[in-house]
């Protein structure tokens, strides 16, 4: 499933109606630990190619990075990925913390 990249709330909105589980990732392209995260979450999406992933450049599209702050209540970081269950932010994690593994565990199915 390809990423959708957001450059409005309209699309994120629209992307947490549309999939019951969503990954997203905050990426600054002027930060080096940002890089590191953001190979790490392509390596997580090459692994799950159909699970639905949302992607926000925070320097580009810096309303859209923080009105989703506002909206989830989840702290902007940058880089940071975020699961979203039913439209609601059940899972954070930013910098270093933000590895193949540390996404495939967020996303893995719960007993």
Known sequence: MPTTILHDLDAF??????????M????????????????????FEA???????????VIADRAVARGIAERT??????PQAILFELGAATWSASH??????????AFAPRC
Do not use: N
């Open 13 to 22: 909105a629209a992307a947490l109606r549309a999939h019951p589980r969503v």
């Open 24 to 43: 997203l990732f905050k990426h600054s392209p002027v930060c080096p630990t940002s890089a590191a995260a953001k190979t790490e979450f392509q390596a």
């Open 47 to 57: 692994d799950l190619p159909d699970v639905p992933t949302l992607f926000v450049d």
């Open 73 to 78: 209540g989840v702290r902007h970081e940058s």
């Open 96 to 105: 270093e913390a933000i590895t193949r593994g540390s996404l495939h565990a």
